[in-house]
């Protein structure tokens, strides 16, 4: 580590992290990144989902891809399967341990300087500065910038410490590599037994793996185990892989997401569909909303939280609409039994309602709000109505 003073001090090497580095760095401005594993990506927790217009934006090569998906089949509680297919390419699957490394090196490439194994165990901002407290290979170092961005994921201590609060609620998901056979394309699973208030998945890797994940409200590794073990996958998936890994994921936004020389990006920030755990595509436009507003007040000298407002009315006029109507679509759905989900495949797949949703301007794979509500005009499911309309005070987000 060294004595010099940063403009900017990035806390995590994750997806939002990098992007903010590269973005700070190609500006002009001294950027130290600061991650506690000790390589980008490094026992990652994620299936890599996302559209192509997010792999677009990032501006990164085809080889973090590992797959590309224009269909899914979606099964029911009772293993009724609808399936969609669009004639585009929705999705890129990309493996996240290579999309990390290759966001970190674009950063590099553009003089930001990469601290691994270096966790940030203080922060104050204190002196007109912000300074940093590292554990480095064991031994606490400090390390001074003008402002600092926290990409940390979603981890509240740091958050908190700098008093903007926390995410109470959140998601849990597990997830582990496994050889498998017959997994072509993107399969998600209902059930609220299986993986209460959220689904199960199976998505294809490479030839012959598949990712087999699920998010709950809780006990996600559980669920998993029991999920491996359902007719769905035991005569398909011959052996595991990894170890079933497990990560928080959260659902609602941080109080506050700036404050004097300080903004909080991605996950930390709350950036992630509450209905999908969704949270790369959020944070990627949360990096570039903070690292356009940082640059300014940078080149004011002006890093007051009064100027670093801008990044949070931003962020939240472009995604908090949408947040806000996945939350409460999620909310609906934990309100539904196994039986109800099981009737509205039944009226989806009727009349084929899907497929002109699929096909509706409002379909997009990044913002589902539009669609949702779609659902909803047209009555098809009139059990998600009345839980839609009687959400908890903390979906009421705006
Ligand atoms: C099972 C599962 C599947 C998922 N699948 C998808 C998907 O298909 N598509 C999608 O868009 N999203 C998916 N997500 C969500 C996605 O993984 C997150 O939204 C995304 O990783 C958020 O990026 P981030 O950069 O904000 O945070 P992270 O990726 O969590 O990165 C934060 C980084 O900060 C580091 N860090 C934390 N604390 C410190 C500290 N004190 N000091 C230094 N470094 C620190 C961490 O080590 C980490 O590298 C999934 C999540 C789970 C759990």
Redesign the pocket.
Known sequence: MSNQLYDVIV?????????AARLLAASGYSVAV????SA???N???????SAG?LDSFDIGPEVIRGRANAASFFSPLGKRLRLQSERVQAC?VD?ASL?LALAEKAQARGARYFFS????DIAIEHGMARIE?LHRGSPEISVSRAIVL?????P??SQKLGLGRIKRF?????VEVKARDIDEVEVYFSQEMAPGFFAWL?PASPGKA?A???STSH?KLHLEKFLHSPSCRDRITSQESEI??????VGILPHTCGDRMLV?????G???PT????????QM??EIASKVLAEALERDDLSSARLYRYQKEWQARMGREIALDYRARWAYTKLSDSRIEKMFDILSSGNIAESLLKSPDFSFDWHGKLMLSVLKRGAVHYLRKAWHTPPREARLW
């Not at 998601?171 to 997830?175: F, L, P, R, S």
């Not at 890994?245 to 959260?250: D, G, W």
């Not at 990006?265 to 920030?269: P, Y």
């Open positions: 806390v995590g090497a994750g997806p939002a992290g990098s992007h600061f991650e506690q594993k980008p990506g490094l990652a927790c994620c299936t890599g989902i996302i997010c699957i996240r990390d270096s966790r940030v165990t590292a990409a940390n994921g979603f981890n201590a740091l998601a849990a998901g597990a997830q998505v990712l994940g699920l998010l996600a890994r497990q990560k928080a994921i959260p990006i991605g996950d930390a920030a950036q992630v569909k999908t755990g969704g949270g790369i595509y959020f944070g949360g990096a």
